[in-house]
């Protein structure tokens, strides 16, 4: 954790021009070398935001610790990229929302009855704030019918295998098994009452993944020193008016819900992370260059990945 002090600092400097840092390319990421059974990989299942992407599907990202596999958010696109990173089909570990918006849950339905018909027995243990259990139930009420033939019909699946355990979440340690401690840190995106970035500690690494967030206190003081923080960002030298219907409004909704390429790199600069790590990438033309450059001028001259569906980290 850093001192209050330093976060005070950080967040006024968020709001007033910074040095331009270096502008070094990035680094290549390497998976960690360790053998043991606890050996931690993040990988980026995807990695885009609301606009449809070939390239970048909806967010998500899985936290592997030895043959355990932690999902982060559930976008559109889920379960073929889990397909696609060889990662089991047929259920995961646990997994932990940051927030209710769509593109961060569409993958939800996906997850729960293919992971099911591919052969999970258990109840999905599913971790995300208040109305996750509402969302869920909806969800399994509007496949009744899929339910009832994939159960009673010649598949033969198991009755109530597509069964969700729904955990609503408060601010703290939401899940701690076997050496790997997940703990919900509340971060501040437009008028969501609840959204959350997640910090995982195991035996071998620490990760933060943000979520969908504007410059956070409270981010900011668990993501000091980690090794790996995946964080959202957009670019802050495209940012525009739009013209269409209220994209008069577009530049304040960024402001109020997502943190710049700028902010990011202040922010880094101060939390130290061995490896940052960009996602849900809102580029408005960006490229790859310019991302990193914003992320140099706030200050950060450490190792920056621009994320990319698939990448190990």
């Given at each position: 954790?850093i001192?209050l002090?330093v976060?005070?600092t950080l967040?006024a400097?968020l709001?007033s021009?910074a040095k331009?840092g270096?502008?070094?390319?990035p680094?290549?990421?390497t998976?960690p070398t ?11 299942l995807?990695?885009?935001m609301p606009?449809?992407d070939?390239?970048?599907s909806?967010?998500?990202a899985?936290v592997?610790?030895?043959s355990?596999?932690?999902l982060?958010?559930?976008g ?5 990229r ?5 990662l089991?089909i047929?259920g995961?570990?646990a997994l932990?929302i940051?927030h ?8 939800l339905p996906d997850?729960i009855?293919?992971s ?8 999905l243990e599913a ?5 996750l259990k509402a969302?869920t139930?909806?969800?399994i ?5 899929d339910?009832?033939?994939r ?5 033969h ?6 069964a969700?355990?729904?955990?609503e979440?408060?601010p703290?340690?939401v899940y701690d098994?076997?050496?790997v401690?997940?703990?919900a840190i509340?971060?501040l ?8 970035g ?8 620490s ?8 410059p956070?206190?409270?981010?900011i003081a668990?993501?000091?020193n980690?090794d ?6 957009y ?5 525009a008016?739009?013209k269409?219907?209220?994209g ?9 819900f997502h943190t710049?390429d700028v ?6 600069a ?14 408005m033309g960006a490229?790859?260059d310019d ?12 190792r920056v990945?621009v994320g990319?569906d698939l990448?190990r980290y």
């Amino acid at each position: 954790m850093i001192r209050l002090g330093v976060v005070a600092t950080l967040l006024a400097s968020l709001v007033s021009p910074a040095k331009p840092g270096g502008s070094t390319s990035p680094s290549i990421a390497t998976t960690p070398t360790t053998d043991s059974a606890d050996k931690t990989v993040v990988v980026m299942l995807g990695t885009g935001m609301p606009r449809p992407d070939p390239e970048a599907s909806g967010p998500a990202a899985a936290v592997l610790v030895g043959s355990r596999v932690f999902l982060f958010d559930a976008g559109p696109g889920i379960m073929r990229r889990m397909a696609a990173a060889k990662l089991p089909i047929n259920g995961v570990t646990a997994l932990f929302i940051t927030h209710l918006h769509s593109d961060h849950t569409l993958g939800l339905p996906d997850l729960i009855f293919t992971s099911w018909v591919m052969g999970r027995r258990q109840p999905l243990e599913a971790y995300g704030p208040h109305g996750l259990k509402a969302m869920t139930a909806d969800i399994i009420a509007a496949w009744s019918q899929d339910e009832d033939i994939r159960t009673n019909g010649l598949e033969h699946e198991a009755p109530n295998g597509y069964a969700v355990n729904v955990h609503e979440i408060a601010p703290g340690v939401v899940y701690d098994s076997g050496g790997v401690r997940v703990t919900a840190i509340p971060v501040l995106h437009g008028d969501w009452k609840e959204a959350y970035g997640y910090r995982i500690d195991t035996p071998t690494r620490s990760v933060v993944i943000s979520g969908d967030t504007r410059p956070s206190n409270a981010l900011i003081a668990a993501s000091h020193n980690v090794d790996v923080l995946v964080h959202e960002v957009y670019s802050a030298a495209r940012l525009a008016p739009e013209k269409r219907p209220g994209g008069g409004d577009w530049p304040l909704y960024m402001h109020q819900f997502h943190t710049s390429d700028v902010e990011l790199g202040r922010i880094a600069a101060v939390d130290k992370p061995k490896l940052l790590v960009l996602t849900h990438i809102i580029r408005m033309g960006a490229t790859d260059d310019d991302l990193v450059r914003g992320v140099r001028e706030g200050g950060f001259t450490g190792r920056v990945e621009v994320g990319r569906d698939l990448a190990r980290y």
